[in-house]
């Protein structure tokens, strides 16, 4: 499975206009098709959707190994579940609804269990401002960012992750999370607060301003 570089073109940037009718109906003929009993078709779905969801699964629990662990977990109840599938709704948004769901169980499972203690490689120079998560992303290790998210509740680490690292758009993300687009715009901006405001307790920076809402 590949890391967050595998995901900038996530999602988020095949849901609009042809593209999203034309990714629903192809996932939906790879659903009929498994659904007639051709197992072939599930591993299409999984192929294709593997890396994205083991990203987002990842930047939620912080562990490569919970995250292959839950990503595999995911599938199996997909693969279970597929019959119950409403026809007609998006594959993505139901798939990445039970990664998120998934992943936040594990990650409060596991609260407490692990250290995560701050490299010193983590003095580095950025702006936290401007997009805060991938201002980071750019000017530090992935793995100290991720250290970073770790520090947040997970109702803010899912937020992120969905939004800066899946590239959804607030519409998207309300989707996925089950909330009104205003609620999604009020988490999605609470959760940048957080970031920077430990991103700041990290680097010593301590900027004004702050990102406008989407």
């Known amino acids: 499975m590949q890391r967050r570089e595998s995901c900038a073109q996530g999602w988020g940037t095949a849901v609009n206009g042809e ?5 629903t109906d192809a996932d939906g003929a790879m659903i009929a098709r498994f659904l007639a009993g051709d197992r072939a078709a599930f591993d299409s779905l999984f192929w294709k959707y593997q890396d994205y969801v083991y990203n987002i699964v990842h930047g939620i629990v912080g562990s490569a190994e919970d995250a292959r662990d839950v990503t595999q977990e995911v599938f199996v109840q997909v693969y279970r579940s597929l019959p119950k599938f409403r026809r007609g709704s998006r594959f ?3 798939l990445y609804r039970i990664a998120v769901n998934r992943a936040v169980d594990c990650a409060r ?4 269990k692990k250290g995560l203690p ?4 983590l003095k580095a120079s950025a702006d936290p401002d401007q ?5 980071a992303t750019r000017r530090v290790d992935e793995d100290a960012v991720q250290q970073i998210l770790m520090l947040l509740p997970v109702q803010h680490r ?13 519409e998207e993300l309300a989707e996925v999370v089950g909330c009104s687009v205003t609620a999604a715009k009020v988490r999605l ?3 940048r607060l957080h970031f920077k405001e430990k991103y700041r307790a990290v680097f010593g920076q301590d900027k004004g301003g702050g990102e406008p809402l989407p």
Request: no cysteine; proline share 3%.
């Open 92 to 94: 993505a948004t139901w």
């Open 158 to 170: 899912n937020v992120l992750v969905l939004r800066y690292f899946q590239g959804l758009s607030v």
């Open 109 to 112: 499972a596991t609260r407490g």
């Open 131 to 135: 997009n805060p998560l991938l201002a």
């Open 118 to 121: 701050l490299d010193e490689t």
């Open 19 to 23: 593209q999203t009718v034309a990714a």
């Open 189 to 191: 901006h609470r959760a």
